[in-house]
């Protein structure tokens, strides 16, 4: 019966009576006048109403929605406001309900179909850049022929990952379902709904969530923090397929519906495959003792359990027929159709060979589902194993073993690239222990995974800028222990190598790092090793250039000088035009503190090794053999009238003037040079506002003591008179660690 009090209206649509209120909507049934058909109307609640500009991408997203084409996708037929401005689409309407209102539990068919249906409708949603975020059994409606149907994209996100009808930075979703990022609020992508459909399928198979709490903030914290929970063991099969769907990191999940797809085709595989009778049991059992055997003791042990089994049989037979007899009738039975199968006896090496194809099978199964060698009892890896233990040099699990060793050094080699150690280990502890188990069947693939091994090494340590460059051997320094018991000559070898890199050079040394200035070996206390370099000269405009260009760094406002009377004389000064001329080579001003640090960390990536700003002592220790620094001709400093004239009324060439006796440049005079000091520390988490800059500059008269001259300027202000020099660490340790 039709409503007499209409809450809105929408031209074209009768609305008949309301099905339902949700969180973020109400759902309508109404009937499309123009087709005389009946459609269901969402229209987003009046309290959750967004700015117009979210409107506007929710209506354009929802159309892009509209265009998904696909049998497992319910249709969104209309996009559009009503008549009180709320957002609302339409689309079929589904009588048959929403698959919470089903009981799954004894019907692993269903599931599977249920499971194959969404993981298809996912894939054309993430295909097209839409990300379902609320994916949960509310959502899954079934249409008359009764099939799923992903529905209430209302939420979704597109590739853009801005956030649609909701306040920002609400998270959104069904907290039973989320994935941990989802729960966190960080980005997502389709591997989420991924995990979503995971949580949906374990609910499925047993009637329950795999992660619950008192409240949603609990129920979400189990998400993060609580191991998958493990099936019934009549649903084992499926365990696989949750471990990966529900793995913490979104790395370690199924990458695409599709993969997804696959582990549902091969569950489809195994709960379809020919049903083993109760003689194949078994023998399956017998093959399973016959495995657990060690392997010394295997020839006896085979032919005990065998006569055991043997005698037990005929024990069983009222007629003890003879061997001869017994297969007769067993192959006569299967030939008619009417064998007994709870009497047949199967030759032993009839059910070897059985249960030698389940094996395989199962190992390609889990091999298609990226269940290599864990989790342990359900991977590729055992499966190869057990025939080997049965059947010493089976041919085809020779090479499975091998395959899955060869599949291990690639992650190796890829984790060793990428200075991911815990996965190296891994990689290299797993195939140790295949190799072990595998003994000799496994000789020729442990070779050539050695072999794979030392050439990964090998490419991690050419990637070396210089003599002093320790990076690549400190990235393989925590592999050592575990590369020893692969190959002991390679890692004696970086062990000893690594010893010797790490004695440092003497004061005084040059170091140049492959895209970084030339720099001198500091001093260190007595006894000690140096542990610093610092640069030659202070950074020049056409070194700062170069950081500029590649960093998009935009220039900061700068003052002439720190005299305030000054100030009316700035005029858009900045580090390209400080208000006198100056060459590529002249050493940069006008660049703040904040400029400084920017710099060196670009540095620091562009080269790969560790550079900073000197604290206070370190540029002291480089500044004192210089002495004072000052007077005519030792420094780019300002002299009195009656002096002498250095040539230079503001800055000079870097390098112009003598070096000072530890073959610095310009340590005194030119440019005062920021240091890592803060001079005002700020508030609580403000930072630091105010920073030092030590030393003479073409400004300062010389009078003045190079050691003693600082001054302070805010963060984020560069001077015409003051630019920097960098250091860098020898032992790759940061600073104060």
Same mark, same amino acid.
């Given at each position: 019966?039709?409503?007499?009090?209409?809450?809105?209206?929408?031209?074209?649509?009768?609305?008949?009576?309301?099905?339902?209120?949700?969180?973020?909507?109400?759902?309508?049934?109404?009937?499309?006048?123009?087709?005389?058909?009946?459609?269901?109307?969402?229209?987003?609640?009046?309290?959750?109403?967004?700015?117009?500009?979210?409107?506007?991408?929710?209506?354009?997203?929802?159309?892009?929605?509209?265009?998904?084409?696909?049998?497992?996708?319910?249709?969104?037929?209309?996009?559009?406001?009503?008549?009180?401005?709320?957002?609302?689409?339409?689309?079929?309407?589904?009588?048959?309900?929403?698959?919470?209102?089903?009981?799954?539990?004894?019907?692993?068919?269903?599931?599977?179909?249920?499971?194959?249906?969404?993981?298809?409708?996912?894939?054309?949603?993430?295909?097209?850049?839409?990300?379902?975020?609320?994916?949960?059994?509310?959502?899954?409606?079934?249409?008359?022929?009764?099939?799923?149907?992903?529905?209430?994209?209302?939420?979704?996100?597109?590739?853009?990952?801005?956030?649609?009808?909701?306040?920002?930075?609400?998270?959104?979703?069904?907290?039973?379902?989320?994935?941990?990022?989802?729960?966190?609020?960080?980005?997502?992508?389709?591997?989420?709904?991924?995990?979503?459909?995971?949580?949906?399928?374990?609910?499925?198979?047993?009637?329950?969530?795999?992660?619950?709490?008192?409240?949603?903030?609990?129920?979400?914290?189990?998400?993060?923090?609580?191991?998958?929970?493990?099936?019934?063991?009549?649903?084992?099969?499926?365990?696989?397929?949750?471990?990966?769907?529900?793995?913490?990191?979104?790395?370690?999940?199924?990458?695409?519906?599709?993969?997804?797809?696959?582990?549902?085709?091969?569950?489809?595989?195994?709960?379809?495959?020919?049903?083993?009778?109760?003689?194949?049991?078994?023998?399956?059992?017998?093959?399973?003792?016959?495995?657990?055997?060690?392997?010394?003791?295997?020839?006896?042990?085979?032919?005990?359990?065998?006569?055991?089994?043997?005698?037990?049989?005929?024990?069983?037979?009222?007629?003890?027929?003879?061997?001869?007899?017994?297969? &007769?009738?067993?192959?006569?039975?299967? @030939? !008619?159709?009417?064998?007994?199968?709870?009497? %047949?006896? +199967? #030759?032993? $090496? /009839? *059910?070897?060979?059985?249960?030698?194809?389940?094996?395989?099978?199962?190992?390609?199964?889990?091999?298609?589902?990226?269940?290599?060698? &864990?989790?342990?009892?359900?991977?590729? @890896? !055992?499966?190869?194993?057990?025939?080997?233990? %049965?059947? +010493? #040099?089976? $041919? /085809? *699990?020779?090479?499975?073993?091998?395959?899955?060793?060869?599949?291990?050094?690639?992650?190796?080699?890829?984790?060793?690239?990428?200075?991911?150690?815990?996965?190296?280990?891994? @990689?290299?502890?797993?195939?140790?222990?295949?190799? %072990?188990?595998?003994?000799?069947?496994?000789?020729?693939?442990?070779?050539?995974?050695?072999?794979?091994?030392?050439?990964?090494?090998?490419?991690?340590?050419?990637?070396?800028?210089?003599?002093?460059?320790?990076?690549?051997?400190?990235?393989?320094?925590?592999?050592?222990?575990?590369?020893?018991?692969?190959?002991?000559?390679?890692?004696?070898?970086?062990?000893?190598?690594?010893?010797?890199?790490?004695?440092?050079?003497?004061?005084?040394?040059?170091?140049?790092?492959?895209?970084?200035?030339?720099?001198?070996?500091?001093?260190?206390?007595?006894?000690?090793?140096?542990?610093?370099?610092?640069?030659?000269?202070?950074?020049?405009?056409?070194?700062?250039?170069?950081?500029?260009?590649?960093?998009?760094?935009?220039?900061?406002?700068?003052?002439?000088?720190?005299?305030?009377?000054?100030?009316?004389?700035?005029?858009?000064?900045?580090?390209?035009?400080?208000?006198?001329?100056?060459?590529?080579?002249?050493?940069?001003?006008?660049?703040?503190?904040?400029?400084?640090?920017?710099?060196?960390?670009?540095?620091?990536?562009?080269?790969?090794?560790?550079?900073?700003?000197?604290?206070?002592?370190?540029?002291?220790?480089?500044?004192?053999?210089?002495?004072?620094?000052?007077?005519?001709?030792?420094?780019?400093?300002?002299?009195?009238?009656?002096?002498?004239?250095?040539?230079?009324?503001?800055?000079?060439?870097?390098?112009?003037?003598?070096?000072?006796?530890?073959?610095?440049?310009?340590?005194?005079?030119?440019?005062?040079?920021?240091?890592?000091?803060?001079?005002?520390?700020?508030?609580?988490?403000?930072?630091?506002?105010?920073?030092?800059?030590?030393?003479?500059?073409?400004?300062?008269?010389?009078?003045?003591?190079?050691?003693?001259?600082?001054?302070?300027?805010?963060?984020?202000?560069?001077?015409?008179?003051?630019?920097?020099?960098?250091?860098?660490?020898?032992?790759?340790?940061?600073?104060?660690?």
């Amino acid at each position: 019966m039709t409503n007499l009090k209409q809450p809105f209206t929408i031209p074209g649509y009768r609305l008949i009576r309301r099905l339902g209120v949700g969180g973020m909507a109400t759902v309508h049934l109404a009937n499309q006048e123009s087709l005389s058909r009946l459609v269901a109307i969402k229209v987003l609640a009046t309290e959750h109403a967004p700015s117009e500009e979210l409107v506007q991408r929710f209506e354009n997203e929802a159309r892009t929605i509209a265009r998904l084409d696909h049998p497992h996708i319910v249709q969104i037929f209309d996009v559009g406001r009503t008549s009180t401005g709320q957002i609302y689409y339409t689309m079929p309407y589904l009588p048959n309900g929403d698959l919470s209102a089903r009981n799954l539990r004894e019907d692993p068919e269903r599931v599977l179909g249920v499971m194959h249906a969404l993981t298809e409708a996912l894939g054309c949603a993430h295909d097209h850049g839409i990300v379902h975020r609320d994916v949960k059994p509310e959502n899954v409606l079934f249409d008359k022929l009764d099939r799923p149907m992903l529905a209430d994209f209302g939420i979704a996100l597109t590739g853009s990952q801005q956030p649609r009808v909701t306040r920002e930075g609400a998270t959104i979703g069904s907290s039973g379902y989320m994935s941990p990022e989802q729960a966190r609020g960080q980005p997502i992508d389709g591997r989420s709904d991924l995990y979503s459909l995971g949580v949906v399928c374990y609910e499925l198979l047993t009637g329950e969530l795999p992660f619950e709490g008192s409240d949603a903030l609990a129920v979400a914290l189990a998400h993060i923090e609580k191991p998958v929970p493990r099936l019934p063991v009549t649903r084992r099969i499926w365990q696989p397929l949750i471990d990966r769907a529900l793995a913490k990191h979104p790395d370690e999940r199924f990458q695409s519906a599709e993969e997804m797809t696959a582990a549902i085709e091969v569950i489809a595989r195994r709960m379809r495959g020919p049903a083993r009778n109760s003689v194949t049991r078994n023998w399956q059992a017998l093959v399973e003792r016959i495995v657990a055997i060690p392997r010394r003791q295997r020839a006896f042990g085979i032919a005990a359990l065998l006569v055991l089994a043997l005698a037990a049989l005929m024990a069983l037979s009222p007629h003890a027929p003879d061997r001869t007899s017994t297969r &007769a009738g067993v192959v006569a039975g299967e @030939a !008619d159709g009417h064998g007994d199968d709870t009497t %047949a006896t +199967p #030759h032993p $090496a /009839d *059910a070897l060979a059985a249960a030698r194809v389940q094996h395989l099978q199962q190992a390609d199964d889990l091999m298609s589902i990226n269940h290599v060698v &864990a989790p342990a009892g359900e991977s590729a @890896a !055992d499966e190869y194993l057990a025939v080997l233990a %049965a059947e +010493p #040099h089976q $041919a /085809d *699990a020779q090479k499975g073993v091998a395959r899955i060793i060869e599949r291990l050094a690639t992650d190796a080699a890829v984790a060793i690239a990428a200075d991911n150690t815990r996965i190296a280990a891994d @990689a290299i502890e797993h195939a140790l222990a295949i190799g %072990a188990r595998a003994g000799e069947d496994a000789i020729p693939a442990h070779d050539a995974f050695v072999r794979a091994l030392r050439a990964a090494v090998e490419q991690r340590r050419a990637r070396k800028h210089n003599a002093l460059d320790l990076e690549p051997l400190l990235a393989l320094k925590p592999l050592l222990p575990t590369l020893a018991r692969a190959d002991t000559a390679l890692a004696k070898e970086i062990g000893v190598e690594l010893a010797k890199a790490q004695a440092h050079p003497v004061a005084g040394s040059a170091l140049h790092d492959e895209g970084g200035p030339d720099m001198l070996v500091l001093p260190a206390a007595e006894g000690a090793a140096p542990t610093l370099a610092i640069e030659v000269h202070e950074v020049t405009r056409g070194e700062y250039a170069i950081f500029v260009r590649e960093t998009g760094h935009v220039a900061v406002r700068c003052r002439a000088s720190q005299n305030l009377l000054a100030l009316v004389h700035d005029r858009n000064i900045d580090w390209r035009n400080p208000g006198f001329a100056q060459g590529d080579d002249h050493p940069v001003v006008c660049v703040s503190w904040n400029d400084a640090i920017a710099y060196t960390r670009w540095l620091s990536k562009r080269t790969g090794a560790p550079y900073r700003l000197p604290n206070s002592n370190e540029w002291l220790l480089a500044a004192r053999p210089s002495g004072k620094g000052t007077g005519c001709g030792v420094a780019n400093i300002e002299t009195h009238p009656n002096g002498c004239n250095d040539g230079y009324e503001h800055t000079a060439p870097a390098g112009r003037f003598a070096a000072a006796p530890n073959g610095l440049s310009d340590i005194s005079g030119n440019v005062s040079e920021w240091v890592d000091v803060c001079a005002k520390p700020g508030r609580a988490n403000d930072g630091c506002p105010v920073h030092r800059f030590r030393g003479l500059s073409w400004r300062d008269d010389d009078e003045e003591s190079n050691l003693d001259h600082m001054d302070t300027a805010a963060a984020d202000l560069g001077f015409a008179n003051v630019g920097f020099r960098v250091v860098r660490e020898l032992s790759g340790v940061p600073p104060g660690a």
